[in-house]
Every structure is written in structure tokens, then in C-alpha cells.
């Protein structure tokens, strides 16, 4: 017996196959990255870059905004910047003397913060309440932002100099976290011998829509995902929790974060159902920034991703 894929995955993916091509146009030999990246915008989270410098970091975020006919938003974290220069804030308006809100560059379809980690903490934390609910409020005015809303942060290691490094609060609302890597020797070569990189990247034109995004996201989240699906992802959220090497374990919000992006994975893939190979190609970007290592895993070397690898290892698969 022969089954028909539901129509809105070939949609998702002809449009997310659509998008991908785009942002590889300019950005190349980071294929997995750019999935990754779109998948975060169509599952509606957040996504951090973080690497060394020099990589690619905000090309991506550029080439994504420049990818969508949607509104864009820059802000270059440094460690003066205040809040209201993220939110905005109220000027008083002589003409019918009252104050007047002027929104910041958050009030955005997407917002790149770029080197995040040079924020103080309370500019930092300023962006909670937008990436867990989509609004900001303002001398006690709440205010909704555009949808769809994604913030895509860069970071360097915390390692460099000048850095401050995000709390597990903030952490928990991005998505993903991704690292971009350097380029392989071809695509190296490819990139220096491009006459006009930075005007290619001005070329770049758009090839979907906000609304786009929306049904998308829409289509993607009535991807179907068996019981035994979902109880897998509860066991791997229950082991995390019990595991010698993870002090601090999945949250619900990874869980509901994983298996949001893994419909959207599987859409992609023209597929109208989710596979226990869906979740485990997002795990590493979706939970490693989400844990916290034991001391003992800290002391042996563990990275946060070996020890979801390890998880992924353990946990029984469904059949």
C-alpha cells in the first residue's frame, strides 16, 4: 500500500530548498549550517552562532534577512550599549505634550545581534522577554512584535577578551547553537578567487516572503509525530536529568524546541511524519547549549555535545 505525502510538506520544501540555495549562493560549503539556519526561522526559534572570528558568522544572518522580503534589524552589542537602545524608549513630545514611544532596531522580522557577548548582563537580559514571547514592554506599555520574529546572535568564544558570557536562562531561549567552522581547502580557494564577494552579497535577492515564512511554519507544524516519537523524546529528556555527566538536565522547553524543529526537518525532507533520525540530527544543536556538565564530566574533558551524543547512544530508538 502506497501513501501520499501530505501537499503542505512538498511546499515546505520546495520553498525551504528555495531558501537554502539562496543563502548558499554567498555562504559556501556550509550546507548543514544553512539547513539549520532556515529550519531555526521556520520553527519560529532563535539562533546563536557562535565561533572564532572571521568565519561567516553575521554573512549568514545578512544573507537570511537578504533571503526574505521582511523587515531587518542590526544591533552591534558593545559593553556601553543600554537597553533602550535595543527596545527603544520614550521621548517626551512637545507638540501635545506626551511621551512618545520610538521603537528600537528589536521591532524587526529578524534582528541581528552581533557579538551579544559583549553586552553587560542587563542589556543582555533585555531580549528575554521578546525571544519567549514576542513582545517588549516599555515603561509598563507591553508592545508585540512583527511576526514571524527571530533574533540570530553572534558570539565569539568566551575565551577572547571583552566577552560576558550568557546565563542558562538566556541561553535556553535560542533554538539552536551552531558552530559555523572553517572552510574547507576548495571553498577557500573558491572564495578568494571571487572577483566581488561583498557585491554579490549586495545582489542578493529575495525569494520568499514573511507570509511565507508563516505558512511554513503552519504546514510544517501539522507534521505528524507518532506516541512512540514523543516518548522517545521524553526519554532522553528523563536520562538527561538522571546522568552522571549532566548536572542540569533537558528543560520542557528543549523538548517542545527539538520536536518543533524536527517537523520542520522532516517537512523539509518532504516527509508528512517525524523519525527518530530527525531528532537526532538536531539534538546536538538544539540541547548542548542547554545542559550543564557535572563537575566529574567537566574535570575529564566532556563537551556539552559528547554528552548528548552519549544520550542519543543510550536511550533506546523506537522501532
Known amino acids: 500500500m502506497t501513501t501520499t505525502e501530505p501537499p503542505q510538506s512538498v511546499t515546505v520544501a520546495g520553498v525551504f530548498d528555495e531558501v537554502c540555495s539562496n543563502i548558499a549562493r554567498v555562504i559556501m560549503g556550509k550546507d548543514q549550517v544553512i539547513r539549520l539556519t532556515v529550519t531555526c526561522l521556520v520553527a519560529h526559534g532563535h539562533l546563536l552562532l557562535e565561533d572564532v572570528p572571521g568565519v561567516g558568522k553575521t554573512s549568514i544572518a545578512k544573507a537570511l534577512a537578504r533571503s526574505i522580503r521582511a523587515s531587518f534589524g542590526r544591533v552591534q552589542f558593545t559593553p556601553d550599549l543600554l537597553p533602550s537602545d535595543v527596545l ?37 537580559s533585555a531580549l528575554l522577554e521578546a525571544m519567549a514571547e514576542e513582545q517588549v ?63 554579490l552579497m549586495d545582489r542578493l535577492q529575495p525569494v ?20 512512540a516519537l514523543t516518548g522517545y523524546l521524553v526519554d532522553l529528556a528523563d536520562r538527561s536529568r538522571n546522568s552522571s555527566q549532566i548536572l542540569l538536565g533537558m528543560s520542557p522547553r528543549a523538548s517542545l524546541g527539538l520536536l518543533r524543529a524536527a517537523r520542520v526537518w522532516a517537512a523539509a525532507d518532504g516527509r508528512g511524519f517525524v523519525t527518530p533520525d530527525d531528532v537526532k540530527r538536531l539534538a546536538v544543536p538544539v540541547l548542548a547549549h542547554r545542559i550543564v556538565l557535572s563537575p566529574e564530566a567537566q574535570l575529564h574533558g566532556t563537551t556539552a555535545a559528547e554528552a548528548v551524543e552519549e544520550l542519543l547512544r543510550v536511550t533506546p530508538v523506537p522501532s
Open 88 to 124: 527603544g524608549s520614550s521621548v517626551w513630545n512637545q507638540n501635545d505634550a506626551t511621551f512618545e514611544f520610538r521603537p528600537g532596531p528589536i521591532f524587526a522580522n529578524l534582528l541581528l545581534g552581533d557579538e551579544i557577548n559583549r553586552a553587560s548582563p542587563k542589556t543582555q
Open 137 to 199: 514592554t516599555v515603561d509598563g506599555t507591553t508592545y508585540a512584535l512583527p511576526r514571524p520574529f527571530m533574533v540570530v546572535a553572534t558570539q565569539n568564544p568566551l575565551e577572547h577578551q571583552g566577552t560576558f558570557p550568557l546565563p542558562e536562562s538566556q541561553l535556553d531561549r535560542f533554538l539552536m547553537r551552531v558552530s559555523i567552522g572553517y572552510p574547507s581547502r576548495d571553498d577557500e580557494l573558491a572564495l578568494l578567487g571571487e572577483e566581488d564577494h561583498d557585491g
Open 208 to 227: 520568499a516572503s514573511a507570509a511565507d515564512i508563516t505558512a511554513m511554519a503552519q504546514a510544517a507544524q501539522q507534521v505528524h509525530a507518532s506516541p
